[in-house]
C-alpha cells in the first residue's frame, strides 16, 4: 500500500474508533454513526459491486432516428443514456435527456443532427474504487461511466448516484418503480430477481 493509501486507512480507523467512543457516550444517535460509519467504509467498495449490469442497461443506438430517440427517453425516463453502435460493446458515448429539450420544444431534431449532442464516455475498470470514482465525477462533471470488461467489452455503467447510495442508501424519485426481488406465484413456485445477493437468497432457502 502506497503511503497516500496507509494513511487513508489509518484515518478510517481512527474515525471509526473515536465514532464507537461517542456512540456508547451517546454524543451521536445509532442511525448517524451507521451513516459515518458507511462512509468510513466507501473506500473498500469496488464499481463492479454497485455498477448496473449490462442486462439492465437502457441504451440508444447511435443510428436511431430522432423520433426513436425521444421515445426511448420518454419511456424508460432516465437522465442519461448509454449511445452505442454495434451493440452495447460498442459505446460511443453519453447522451443527457436535458439536451433532448430544445429540440422537443421546437417539433424537431436539431439542425445538425442528436448525434451532435452526444458526449465522450469516460470508461473505468471494474476494479476501482468507489470514492476514486465519485472524486473523478466531480472532477470531470461527468455522471455516468461505462464499466469495462477484462476483455474491453461493457460489463456495466455506474452513475453518480449510484456511488452516493453507497453512503446514504437507495435514492428513489418519481419515475422508479418498486419491484419485489422475491415473488411467489399462486402455483407455489417462487420468483427471484438475478439480483438478489446469494446470501440473502441462501436465507430464503433455508441454505448455508
Known amino acids: 500500500m502506497g503511503g497516500a493509501g496507509l494513511q487513508a486507512g489509518l484515518l478510517r480507523v481512527g474515525h471509526a474508533a473515536e465514532l464507537a467512543r461517542e456512540e456508547d457516550e451517546g454524543v451521536v444517535e445509532a442511525g448517524e454513526a451507521e451513516l ?10 469496488l ?61 424537431g431534431e436539431p439542425p445538425d443532427g442528436w448525434r451532435r449532442l452526444v458526449r465522450p464516455a469516460q470508461f473505468i ?21 461505462v464499466v469495462a470488461d477484462e476483455f474491453g467489452g461493457t460489463a456495466g455503467i455506474v452513475t453518480l448516484e449510484d456511488a452516493l447510495e453507497v453512503i446514504v442508501g437507495e435514492i428513489r424519485d418519481e419515475h422508479d418503480v418498486e419491484e419485489a426481488e422475491v415473488r411467489r406465484d399462486p402455483d407455489g413456485a417462487v420468483s427471484v430477481s438475478a439480483r438478489l445477493p446469494i446470501a440473502d437468497l441462501a436465507e430464503l432457502v433455508g441454505a448455508g
Open 125 to 145: 475498470p471494474a476494479t476501482k474504487a468507489v470514492d476514486d470514482q465519485l472524486r473523478d465525477f466531480k472532477a470531470s462533471r461527468q455522471h455516468l461511466a
Open 36 to 45: 459515518v460509519e458507511e462512509a468510513l467504509d466507501f473506500g473498500n467498495i
Open 47 to 107: 464499481v463492479r459491486n454497485v455498477m448496473v449490469p449490462r442486462v439492465d442497461v437502457v441504451a440508444v443506438r447511435a443510428n436511431d432516428s430522432w423520433p426513436a430517440v425521444v421515445a426511448q427517453v420518454r419511456a424508460s425516463a432516465h437522465s442519461r443514456y448509454l449511445v452505442v453502435g454495434r451493440d452495447l460493446d460498442d459505446a460511443v458515448g453519453v447522451l443527457n435527456a436535458k439536451d433532448l429539450l430544445a429540440g422537443v420544444l421546437a417539433g
